[in-house]
């Protein structure tokens, strides 16, 4: 079956604009997690989505970030005003329940 | 909070055995994960352990030792497609945090021929 989607695979914005990231996650999967990864760095939590409870927010690392899921559906990683340190690659994750997390193939964003 | 520390780097030749250890600092542990993550891919799972002990997978075994905050993956029978970042994870929470993971920064291991 389908893995993890991520869209788009690349992003290249300039500094200041607002970047839109999204998620299509396994079906069924009802938790969602969205993380940073800085070259040579190690996975960064960011969000974390569990079915219909209020989301675990408490790994953005500023008002700059914030995500929605709907449903137990698509979900979307918003960042405004980029600046040049939020260059990373964002992978979003699902899992059926608190083992296994999937990846998904990650979105690279470079703010120039 | 949390405190993992793993190597950044090591090497083996095909065929070997390795080890890879992880030490943590946390808080309401709640279980292990190793992942292994290929250049410029995602991360995909390996092992998950919650109790002490030893988790053997084919070629891929994982220790768990919560009192010491340690833990290892060891790779048996090395193959030049193990050439990979591991990457060690700790569950730490209670109730809706529960899912949340913290990874440390990875093991690029290197198999030689």
């Known amino acids: 079956g389908a893995g993890v989607s991520q869209s788009p695979s690349n992003k290249v914005t300039e500094k200041g604009k607002d970047v839109e990231l999204r998620c299509d996650p396994i079906s069924g999967h009802t938790a969602l997690y969205w993380y940073r990864q800085r070259l040579g760095q190690g996975l960064e939590f960011l969000i974390y989505f569990q079915g219909n409870s209020a989301p675990d927010k408490s790994g953005l690392p500023s008002d700059r970030f914030s995500a929605e899921r709907t449903g137990e559906s698509v979900s979307t990683l918003t960042i405004q005003r980029t600046q040049q340190e939020d260059s990373a690659v964002y992978l979003c994750?699902?899992?059926?329940?608190?083992?296994?997390?999937?990846f998904g193939p990650g979105t690279r964003l470079t703010v120039t | 909070g949390q405190n993992i520390d793993q190597p950044t780097e090591m090497t083996a030749t095909e065929g070997a055995i390795v080890q890879i250890n992880c030490t943590y600092q946390?808080?309401?542990?709640?279980?292990l994960f190793w992942y292994q993550q290929h250049a410029g891919e995602a991360p995909t799972f390996l092992s998950y352990?919650?109790?002490?002990g030893l988790e053997e997978k084919g070629r891929f075994s994982s220790f768990l030792s919560r009192s010491k905050g340690y833990s290892y993956l060891l790779l048996k029978e090395l193959q030049m497609k193990d050439s990979a970042s591991y990457l060690c994870a700790v569950r730490e929470g209670r109730g809706s945090t529960l899912g949340r993971l913290y990874f440390g920064r990875g093991t690029q291991l290197t198999v030689w021929p």
């Open positions: 994750a699902s899992s059926p329940g608190l083992l296994e997390q999937y």
């Open positions: 946390t808080s309401g542990f709640n279980g």
């Open positions: 352990n919650v109790l002490d």
